[in-house]
T-cell receptor
Framework: KNQVEQSPQSLIILEGKNCTLQ??????????LRWYKQDTGRGPVSLTI?????NTKSNGRYTATLDADTKQSSLHITASQLSDSASYIC???????????FGTGTRLKVLA | NAGVTQTPKFQVLKTGQSMTLQCAQD?????MSWYRQDPGMGLRLIHY???????DQGEVPNGYNVSRSTTEDFPLRLLSAAPSQTSVYFC?????????FGSGTRLTVV
């Protein structure tokens, strides 16, 4: 069964600190993996996309990694800001289709 | 460039009522879809369309209908609302890689 699991479910950190969010997937065939940021009351917005051959992709203070062998991805946030408070969703695409498998997200809260 | 526009943003329905959630995109994307988001669950696909005149069912299609008469519009119809359809609904469009999501419709069925 195609699944995407994220951990932790929720996380609280202090402003300026770094954090890492995890995503494990069992999706086959694998096409690409995306991380989305979803602010409260808003739709998800794409942060990064990685294909099978890509190990790392950065977008400002956000760095995503992908290990296709172990089927794991991580999203590292550097020097967190209050505006980083949001849910972060890992989405894996099954190859050759529009089939997207969504994780349940990690809810991050950054405190001043 | 408005992207994906959903209306209304909030709606309360009584059980058994019908309504249509509107979705429009101005990016000329062929692919459009509707998802629902419930607490503790990932977004689940309701219906999708790969172009005007073509629609298909997703993971949770029961109780919903869609049509795609134009590239721009993809309305979602609730035929007879039930409390289990209380959720946040997102419309999304794609040119083939990645989604642009609308801001969502929060629907409550009482």
């Amino acid at each position: 069964k195609n699944q995407v699991e994220q951990s932790p479910q929720s996380l609280i950190i202090l402003e300026g600190k770094n954090c890492t969010l995890q995503c494990n997937y069992t999706v086959s065939p694998f096409s690409n993996l995306r991380w989305y940021k979803q602010d409260t009351g808003r739709g998800p917005v794409s942060l990064t996309i990685m294909t099978f051959s890509e190990n790392t992709k950065s977008n400002g203070r956000y760095t995503a990694t992908l290990d296709a062998d172990t089927k794991q991805s991580s999203l590292h946030i550097t020097a967190s800001q209050l505006s980083d408070s949001a849910s972060y969703i890992c989405v894996v695409s099954a190859g050759g289709t529009y089939k997207y498998i969504f994780g349940t997200g990690t809810r991050l809260k950054v405190l001043a | 460039n408005a992207g994906v526009t959903q209306t209304p943003k909030f709606q309360v329905l009584k059980t058994g009522q019908s309504m249509t959630l509107q979705c429009a995109q101005d990016m000329n994307h062929e692919y459009m879809s509707w998802y629902r988001q419930d607490p503790g669950m990932g977004l689940r696909l309701i219906h999708y369309s790969v172009g005007a005149g073509i629609t298909d069912q997703g993971e949770v299609p029961n109780g919903y209908n869609v049509s795609r008469s134009t590239t721009e519009d993809f309305p979602l119809r609730l035929l007879s609302a039930a409390p289990s359809q209380t959720s946040v609904y997102f419309c999304a469009s794609s040119p083939g890689r990645g989604y642009t999501f609308g801001s969502g419709t929060r629907l409550t069925v009482v």
